[in-house]
């Protein structure tokens, strides 16, 4: 599939490149989709959640009751669960909540994510770009001349460019990303994904 190369303008240059079938024709596999998302969303938990159990609330040790004789359950604790301030039965504790894919799963998923992208004609090829500051205005303009300012968009860059980012980085519905972070949550995540001409040799070489 041949695509036409874009400039910061919005226009159509003379030039156009070919999105290598290995990677933008797959036949995806919405499984290898599902884990690698799940991973991705469960890499960012901090799973810092805690609750205090029976054992460490505050509170005094002493009997509340006698054992036997007033007609009501045995009680031995003011702290336990089933009394108001006790403590919680089972509570969230801290722990991490990342688990292990096979790389060959995760190139899958992501080769899979760009052909559903591809297939839908929502994949841009742009001309590499550069700001000498950093300025939102501008990054606003280029998404207006590719007409997707209405879209979430996906940029991605060859390398890490600090004005790049910082002009973007205000913008609710754009995310920037280098070639080599491209995961398969942003690619679903955005209606378009515009990637800079000098990224996608890096990404055939990643994914390939």
């Known amino acids: ?3 036409k190369v874009f400039d910061k303008s919005g226009k159509a240059t003379s030039k156009s ?3 290598a079938d290995s990677i933008f024709a797959v036949e995806p596999n919405d499984h290898a989709i599902y884990l690698d998302v ?6 960012k938990r901090q799973g810092t959640h805690k609750a ?5 609330i505050t509170g005094s040790t002493r009997k509340i009751k006698k054992q036997k004789g007033t007609g009501t359950a045995r009680a031995g604790s003011i702290k336990s669960p089933i009394f108001r301030g006790g403590g919680r039965v089972f509570g969230p504790r801290p722990r ?6 096979n790389k060959k799963l995760k190139r899958l998923a992501r080769k899979s994510a760009l052909t559903y992208k591809a297939q839908e004609s929502n994949i841009m090829v742009l001309e590499d770009f550069n700001y000498e500051a950093p300025k939102t205005k501008d990054f606003v303009g280029l998404l207006n001349n590719m007409n997707v300012s209405n879209d979430k968009v996906l940029v ?3 390398n890490e460019n600090k004005n790049v980012y910082l002009s973007s980085r205000n913008l609710q519905r754009a995310k ?3 070639a080599d972070a491209v995961n398969t949550y942003d690619v679903l995540n955005a209606g378009k994904v515009i990637i800079s001409v ?7 070489k990643a994914l390939n």
Do not use: C, D, P, W
């Open 1 to 3: 599939m041949e695509v």
């Open 198 to 204: 000098s990224s996608m040799e890096i990404i055939e």
């Open 156 to 158: 991605v860059i060859a």
């Open 96 to 101: 991490n909540y990342s688990f292990k894919l």
């Open 17 to 19: 490149v070919k999105l």
């Open 38 to 43: 799940k991973q991705h969303l469960a890499n």
């Open 52 to 56: 205090k159990e029976r054992g460490e």
């Open 176 to 178: 920037v990303v280098t």
